[in-house]
């Protein structure tokens, strides 16, 4: 009898470590299909994990992949917008964003917290055990909220402790996928000179059976080879393009280097512009991404058991053979011969010398750039261009960074003198261009002049901005509403650089959500009965602040 027990006891036990390592379960009821997996370039990160297909529809219900409990809920107007954060008992936490709304419950329980801390914008950690969940069970509907380009669910799989991203296609989800990856150019580079102040060579791929071979032996006038390739991966049933998993460089069967994106820091997904030629990317090329760990990096896709920085070329070609994987194993095999021809032309640069692993200052004229050891994954040439000013506003030259297509990997600070004579130097920002994109920082005074950080390299100038942001409202003052009823409020700025926002009913702070530059509230119970003065307070990067102030009666 005891033994019978104690049979019993072993198989149970397995029996439960085998439902606690049994794969997620999809969490949506639709076919499972991709619109972007784990790893994939983007602009300046990795992606962190599955974009599930919606068939372009929102408010799909999305189901508990496993048991667990609810224990982060995150609301921003951009990023993931709305999302749910679930830990899971096998040290995972699995991530929903991009959703339109949650169960009641949670519904109710965030607009408490986002209440009493007065703030829609929040990132709330939940109570353990305040919100359970059974594998299968509704957490919520799908959406297309924060930075989102159409309806989907953005999933992740994180590791609890080490808060990694991990590969969702190697850690729980499965999904049928019997397709190896394409794999389209090689790129060679030459390792003694900086990437960016140089030109790869680009071999084009053919298709030969189930491998892929270069148009040509490549012959290049440099020793020290770096190794990038051009590849894209797509599922069963699907031809929608997605990023590979893996890519080991071979010679002689043995591995010599590689890399492999399954266990990503969120600290280090910037990282990305130091994997991949970034001034080829910038300039509308393709991603390439590089076989080879850049001079200074600081991410482990690249296994350290292994990896080389180059490849030593010799006079006589060699043999080397690329194996690109995707996330479940399907390998395509590149091949391709080597030799060195010739010798490489040594090229002269203007400008300051930047250097990897060294704090670097530039100072040109007016404006000063500081940047940490950790900034740049290569050395290169900086230079400044000036432009002299053409607005009242404009206190400063228009100083361009050439070259500006140098990703930049931790803040940087800018320090700019005006050129002009009496300003108020509260009222000072800084503005980045780039590729038509600006970006308004507030201007902080000191002995260097006017300091702000920034994370790209662009054009840079000094504003003096003494406007304040306008204000308008649906409403007009004495004006009666009801519950239901929808408050918007609309507000605008010269430079399109709003701070804050925040509206209040005598005194209490109301719930307008962002939407752009809209706000919006619908009436409810936070809104009382009878006549009272609704107030909205905006400021701007600058710290001009305007206010609106109505009488409103709810009936």
Not at 450 to 458: I, N
Not at 466 to 484: C, D, F, T, Y
């Amino acid at each position: 009898m005891f033994k019978y027990l104690i049979a019993v006891f072993i198989m149970c036990s397995w029996l439960h470590s085998q439902e606690q390592n049994r794969p997620f379960d999809y969490p949506l009821a639709v076919k499972p299909l991709l619109n972007a997996n784990f790893g994939e370039m983007r602009p300046n990160h990795f992606h962190m994990g599955l974009d599930l297909n919606t068939g372009a529809r929102e408010n799909l219900p999305i189901f508990a992949p496993a048991d667990g409990y609810l224990s982060r809920i995150k609301i921003e107007s951009g990023g993931f917008g709305r999302a749910l954060y679930f830990n899971h008992s096998n040290g995972t936490t699995t991530v929903y964003a991009h959703m339109n709304s949650f169960l009641p419950a949670v519904e109710q329980f965030l607009e408490q917290q986002q209440y009493e801390q007065e703030t829609w914008k929040i990132d709330l950690q939940v109570p353990v055990g305040k919100f359970t969940v059974k594998k299968g069970q509704l957490i919520g509907y799908s959406g297309n909220t924060g930075a989102s380009e159409g309806p989907h669910v953005h999933f992740e799989v994180r590791n609890i402790k080490t808060e990694n991203s991990l590969n969702p296609l190697r850690n729980g989800i499965s999904m049928e996928d019997n397709v190896a990856p394409e794999v389209l150019k090689l790129a060679v580079y030459d390792y003694d000179k900086s990437i960016y102040e140089q030109t790869p060579v680009i071999i084009p791929l053919i298709k030969k059976g189930l491998s892929y071979v270069a148009v040509k032996k490549i012959e290049v006038p440099f020793e020290k080879v770096v190794i990038g390739i051009i590849a894209i991966d797509r599922m069963s049933g699907s031809s929608n393009p997605n990023g590979i998993y893996k890519a080991i460089l071979k010679k002689d069967k043995l591995p010599i280097a590689g890399f492999e994106l399954d266990n990503i820091s969120y600290d280090f997904t910037r990282n990305q512009n130091g994997h991949i030629d970034y001034p080829l990317r910038f300039k509308g090329g393709p991603y390439v991404q590089m076989l080879h760990c850049p001079k200074f990096f600081q991410l482990s896709i690249y296994p350290a058991s292994f990896n080389k920085p180059y490849i030593v070329n010799s006079n006589n070609f060699q043999e080397y053979q690329i194996d690109v994987s995707d996330a479940h194993d399907n390998i395509s095999k590149v091949t391709f011969d080597i030799r060195k021809i010739g010798t490489t032309e040594q090229r002269k640069f203007s400008g300051q010398a930047m250097m990897i692993n060294k704090k670097n200052v530039f100072e040109s004229s007016n404006i000063t750039f500081e940047f940490s050891p950790d900034a740049f994954y290569d050395s290169f040439h900086m230079d400044v261009v000036s432009t002299p000013s053409t607005q009242v506003f404009q206190k400063s030259n228009l100083y361009q960074v050439q070259p500006f297509s140098v990703p930049v990997n931790s803040s940087f600070q800018v320090a700019i003198k005006s050129s002009v004579g009496k300003i108020d130097t509260t009222r000072m920002v800084i503005k980045k261009s780039i590729k038509g994109k600006d970006e308004i920082k507030k201007a902080i005074y000191g002995k260097n002049g006017f300091t702000a950080s920034f994370k790209e390299l662009g054009s840079f100038q000094l504003l003096e901005d003494l406007e304040p942001p306008s204000i308008s409202i649906n409403i007009s003052n004495g004006a009666q509403v009801k519950g239901g009823d929808q408050l918007v409020c609309n507000v605008s700025d010269n430079f399109k650089s709003i701070r804050s926002f925040e509206a209040r009913v005598d005194g209490k702070w109301l719930m307008f959500k962002p939407r752009g530059n809209s706000y919006s509230y619908r009436i409810d119970e936070h809104f009382p009965l009878g006549e009272h003065f609704l107030t909205v307070i905006v400021f701007d990067e600058a710290g001009n602040r305007n206010n609106l102030k109505i009488q409103v009666k709810r009936n």
